[in-house]
């Protein structure tokens, strides 16, 4: 059973910069499992934020930004804001056509 | 714009069966794959169930393979998830998205549907 891993908290003041993390279990995150990352505010539908390790979807701002750290992948938010508090989910394709989705990252910003 | 407007959530009895639909517009359906991502109240997000643009792949979660069926009518615009046997576990927001390029992501979302299994 293959789980993938998010921190389930993390705390950020307003400027400032976060990196939240997406492993696995056992292995390491490569870009072979297609890493995306989701925003999702409470009462609403996620939205799609990284996709293909680091590509950002149409209308996310540059302060969110993908990448591969160490065996993991990572969303950095750079300059956060208010409004970036929100649970984040990423995603690994695991061949077969399945999917894993992370437990998912509560932000806080304060 | 790309619009999916999920549809067929409902209270059903355990060991019952319901029908979700999701219609779709804004892009070229049969050229994409989809898929139905899930989400109980208060938990993560969990991938139901994928099929390929032209219907003829199809994948399933562990712990819905066997009960559910995933099927598209690319004539009109429209996914579709039969749920059999249902469980209590199985409540939950059900969400169309469809699939990038590649379907490598997740690309947009519906709004969702609420499904609540209990007696």
């Known amino acids: 059973q293959t789980v993938v891993t998010q921190e389930p908290s993390f705390s950020v003041s307003p400027g400032g910069t976060v990196t939240l993390t997406c492993g696995l279990s056992?292995?390491?995150?490569?870009?072979?499992?297609?890493p995306s990352w989701y925003q999702q505010t409470p009462g609403q539908a996620p939205r799609t934020l990284i996709y293909n390790t680091n590509t950002r979807s149409s209308g996310v701002p540059d302060r969110f930004s993908g990448s591969i750290v160490g065996n993991k992948a990572a969303l950095t938010i750079t300059g956060a804001q208010a409004d970036d508090e929100s649970d984040y989910y990423c995603v690994l394709h695991m061949g077969s056509g399945s999917w894993v989705f992370g437990g998912g990252t509560k932000l806080t910003v304060l | 714009e790309v619009q999916l407007l999920e549809s067929g959530g409902d209270l059903v009895q355990p060991g019952g069966s319901l029908r979700l639909s999701c219609a779709a517009s804004?892009?070229?359906?049969?050229?994409?794959?989809m898929n139905w991502v899930r989400q109980a109240p208060g938990k993560g997000l969990e991938w139901v169930s994928t099929?390929?643009?032209?219907?003829?792949?199809?994948y399933y979660a562990d712990s819905v393979k066997g009960r559910f069926t995933i099927s598209r009518d690319n004539s009109k615009n429209t996914l579709f998830l039969q749920m059999n046997s249902l469980r209590a576990e199985d409540t939950a927001i059900y969400y169309c998205?469809?699939?990038?390029?590649?379907?490598?992501?997740?690309?947009?979302w519906g709004q969702g549907t609420l499904v609540t299994v209990s007696s």
């Open positions: 099929i390929g643009g032209s219907g003829a792949v199809t």
């Open positions: 998205t469809k699939g990038g390029p590649h379907a490598t992501y997740f690309d947009c």
């Open positions: 804004g892009f070229t359906f049969s050229s994409c794959a």
């Open positions: 056992s292995g390491s995150v490569s870009t072979s499992y297609y």
